[in-house]
Nanobody
């Protein structure tokens, strides 16, 4: 079992920055370091989309709309991943969800709202 809690969302002006955090609580027999972790987002009326993922080995992948602006990182000692978001745009407004994936199971956090004003 994996429980994910996001934080760091809020209201920011266009061009600004935010850093999201996601802390994972894992059950016995699971190590955070073997989880593939990621951030997804969902804007009103739109499908949930990939923002960024990071593999257990540290390989990263980003959605096209955030490449060069967002950076995902993980701290295995703290069972935490981060999303540094720079040069934010109004179209980045969405609920941002943390995701953990292990073998055939996916876990989601409750989400954190990010609102970018123009």
């Amino acid at each position: 079992q994996v429980r994910l809690v996001e934080s760091g969302g809020g209201l920011v002006q266009a061009g600004g920055s935010l850093r999201l955090s996601c802390v994972a609580s894992v059950g016995s027999g699971i190590s955070f370091s073997i989880l593939e972790m990621g951030w997804y987002r969902q804007a009103p009326g739109k499908q949930r989309e990939l923002v960024a993922i990071i593999t257990p080995g540290g390989t990263t992948n980003y959605g096209d709309s955030v490449k060069g602006r967002f950076t995902i990182a993980r701290d295995n000692a703290k069972s935490t991943i981060y999303l540094q978001m720079n040069s934010l745009k109004p179209e980045d407004t969405a609920v941002y969800y943390c995701r953990a994936h292990l073998k055939y199971t996916t876990y989601w956090g409750q989400g954190t709202q990010v609102t970018v004003s123009s």
